[in-house]
């Protein structure tokens, strides 16, 4: 049996959780709401304090589901609690971040500057000209916009230049070598 579907998920203190008609989960907290629409095949029951999910056999599709199914509910739950964030570093001479309203603005070497807008759910802060942060309460949604911002102008291997996520090394690469 799938050892991560197995474990309840505990809900906190102050969030509510709501199972209605075909799976679709709402979670309550004090940073939002989240909703999602799970699948049908798992059997989610809320117990006391806890949410419990259940397979109805041991189909390969439904042993896979089960692990992911537990997963979503409690990233639903840390989201709507703490929250999520991911952190972006601007390396390189020339190279930096300012925000103004909900416009994430990027010099990254380009002929023109790199305007993005915050989406729905998500706000972006910068920590001097280098450092952005990514927050918000889904966390696929923050994990997507740090992807999209990153993409932008992704570190390269000789100098390092570009945005990277703050736990993200980079194997660096020697460059050419001289004739004699």
Do not use: C, W
């Not at 309840?8 to 199972?19: F, K, M």
């Not at 940073?31 to 799970?38: A, I, P």
């Not at 840390?78 to 190279?95: A, H, P, S």
């Amino acid at each position: 049996m799938s050892r991560i579907g197995r474990m309840p998920v505990a809900i906190p203190a102050g969030v509510t959780v709501t199972v209605a008609e075909g799976n679709k989960v709402t979670v309550k907290g004090p940073k939002g709401t989240l909703e999602r629409v799970l699948p049908t095949e798992m059997e989610i029951k809320v117990e006391g304090a806890e949410v419990v999910v259940t397979r109805p056999n041991d189909l390969k599709r439904n042993k896979s589901l089960h692990g992911l199914t537990r997963t979503l509910i409690n990233n639903m739950v840390v989201g709507v609690t703490e929250g999520y964030e991911k952190k972006l570093e601007v390396n390189g001479v020339g190279y930096r971040a300012a925000k103004q309203g909900k416009k994430l603005t990027l010099n990254l070497g380009y002929s023109h500057p790199v305007e993005m807008e915050d989406p729905e759910g998500i706000e972006t802060t910068v920590d001097g000209q280098n450092i952005i942060f990514v927050k918000g309460i889904d966390k696929e949604k923050v994990g997507q916009f740090a992807a999209e911002i990153r993409s932008k102008r992704g570190p390269e291997p000789y100098k390092g230049k570009g945005i990277k996520y703050a736990d993200e090394t980079i194997r660096r690469k020697v460059g050419k070598t001289g004739k004699k």
